[in-house]
């Protein structure tokens, strides 16, 4: 199943195309699992959670290889490579902290029909792939 979501995801042109690619791996595993639906989604959208993050850390190592190829032909960061890797993963950390706090608000028993961990799921899978749509669009900025 994470091979369909690489597929979708590489596969896709536009924004809009990766970000449609959300849901492949638990759209599949739903119809797969013997789980009733209900039971099913949080097993299966916590594998797609998984699935995303690891697309996540391969854009940002692309986007750190292009920083670094760039550096030699002309610096887009100042005042160095390291000053500007720096700026990468503290933009990634500041990132995650968003997420998290977003995730937390919106797995509140009152904003989850009581549903937490399956509000806290959905929402780390929807949060994790827009970041990983992020760090693409950083790359091909940084690589043009």
Known sequence: ???DLRACYKGAISREEKYGCMGTITQTCIGQTELSPDESVLPC???EVSAWRELLREET???AGAIRASMSTDDP???????CLDQ???MNS???VEMDRQCD?????ENSAGKTELANTLCLLRE???STIRMYDLKQRVAQ
């Open 77 to 83: 960061c100042e005042p160095s490579l390291d000053a």
């Open 105 to 109: 608000f919106e797995s509140l028993p």
């Open 45 to 47: 959208a916590t594998a």
């Open 94 to 96: 500041a990132a995650t």
């Open 88 to 90: 990468l993963d503290q």
């Open 1 to 3: 199943m994470r091979s």
């Open 61 to 63: 190592a692309a986007v």
């Open 128 to 130: 994790t792939a827009r």
